[in-house]
């Protein structure tokens, strides 16, 4: 899968946007540090996709179809393309990422088209679950995909295999917004019929779309606002980064021999409540619900080894099942090398016993050697002793009395 990364591009708005209508959903330090969100587009290519980018933030983020033909470089493959922009509507930032997948429904069999998206998605968790799991969780990038434009052709119809395969895989990683593609090229009555179809095969799959969240305690006013936009769903939009004139006034819209289709007027299409529901009220819902619920789901599911591969062609892989193995084994060879260690120390142990054993006999020996030597002396001295009182003149008594008497003469 090629990941082109287009540099960022500093494009001035043409118009009103909305988006510094921001603050109002969030506290007001994020304000300072500038917005951040992530939008991803997919479609068969020529369904509008760049022309809707540009028209919903009015900017020429991307080139148009012209230049496009001009780089004749048609995908052979899903391709990814990022381009990002930092844009600013009265003090207000955002730096806004699109991800477009060109070749997506190209091609003679487009079976494993949805894959390169999802990967993509699940690639981008991976690396904003790597950032969290660092020491230093500071400076945390968010590069997830917050919302995905799913974008649906004016066929009037039904949805397409290839719409429900992508839709099916998608549900559940992914804010999932579908979008009825050039629908001024629909009337009204095949609108109408088309979104009801579109809603019965998506209830019918069980395929869970971006559902604007309804809360009880919410004003009447944002109650019913939320109430608009979800009765669009899926919108049937227009785009056009073109103005025409429509009773001497400028619109931006699309001219047929019949009329002018405006892009910003509710009654044409669902361009106003798209643009409303994805920049001015429910931008930071949307990025909530990726973090709290899809993103947190898809990281339970990966440390629970649900449904994940490792690459090593072992096929899905536990990673709490890994983590017991890897503990027993662990736990295992401590024990051996505890054992060991008993063995040594109770072999060492023994031998300097045996060693103090055996001074010991050395010294009892050497002191009855010792006590049976001085017995030796002792009687030979006694002996000589009885020998010298008994048998020899000149007793040191009898010298006395000698030198007495020679004294005494
Ligand atoms: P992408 O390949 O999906 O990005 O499609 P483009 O945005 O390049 O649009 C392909 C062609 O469709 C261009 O000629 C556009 O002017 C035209 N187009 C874009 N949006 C609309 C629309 O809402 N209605 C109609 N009728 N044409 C559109």
């Not at 540099?7 to 951040?36: D, E, I, M, T």
């Not at 025409?244 to 001219?255: D, S």
């Amino acid at each position: 899968m090629a990941d082109v990364a287009i540099p960022v591009v500093k494009p001035k708005l043409a118009g009103y946007v909305g988006f510094h209508n921001l603050p109002n959903q969030v506290h007001r330090k994020s304000v300072k540090k500038g917005f951040q969100f992530t939008l991803m587009v997919v479609g068969e290519s020529g369904l509008g996709k760049s022309t809707l980018v540009n028209t919903l933030f009015n900017t020429s983020l991307y080139p148009g179809k012209e230049a496009k033909e001009l780089s004749g470089e048609t995908p052979k493959t899903v391709e990814i393309q990022t381009i990002s922009a930092d844009i600013e509507e009265n003090g207000v930032k955002l730096k806004l990422t699109v991800i477009d997948t060109p070749g997506f429904g190209d091609f003679v069999n487009n079976e494993d088209s949805w894959r390169p998206i999802l990967e993509n998605i699940e690639a981008r968790y991976d690396a904003y679950l790597e950032q969290e799991n660092r020491v230093n969780r500071k400076r945390i990038v968010d590069t997830r995909v917050h919302s995905c434009l799913y974008f649906i052709a004016p066929t009037g119809h039904s949805l397409k295999p290839l719409d429900i395969e992508f839709m099916r895989r998608l549900a559940g990683r992914v804010n999932l917004i579908p979008v009825i593609a050039k629908s001024d090229t629909l009337t009204e009555d095949e609108i109408k019929a088309f979104k009801i179809r579109i809603l019965e095969d998506i209830a019918f799959h069980k395929i869970q779309i971006y559902q604007p969240p309804q809360y009880e305690n919410d004003d009447p006013e944002t109650i019913q606002e939320n109430r608009d936009i979800i009765s669009r769903i899926p919108f049937a939009i227009v785009g056009s980064d073109k103005e025409v004139e429509v009773n001497g006034k400028k619109v931006r819209g699309r001219k047929y021999p019949w009329g002018v289709i405006e892009v910003d007027n509710e009654e044409h299409c669902d361009f106003v409540k798209l643009r409303q529901m994805l920049i001015r009220t429910h931008m930071e819902e949307l990025k909530e619900y990726t973090n709290e619920v899809l993103y947190e789901s898809y990281r339970m599911q990966k440390l629970a080894g649900v449904g994940l591969d490792d690459g090593s062609g072992a096929g899905n892989v536990n990673p709490l099942a890994k983590f017991e193995e890897e503990r027993i084994a662990h736990e295992q060879k401590m024990a051996k090398m505890e054992a060991e260690m008993k063995a040594v120390f109770q072999q060492k142990v023994a031998e300097k016993e045996a060693k103090l054993k055996q001074s010991e006999e050395e010294l009892y020996a050497r002191h009855r050697e010792m006590k049976e030597q001085l017995e030796k002396q002792r009687l030979e001295l006694e002996e000589k002793k009885k020998r010298l009182e008994s048998g020899r003149p000149g007793t040191p008594e009898k010298t006395k009395t000698k030198k007495g008497g020679l004294f005494n003469k």
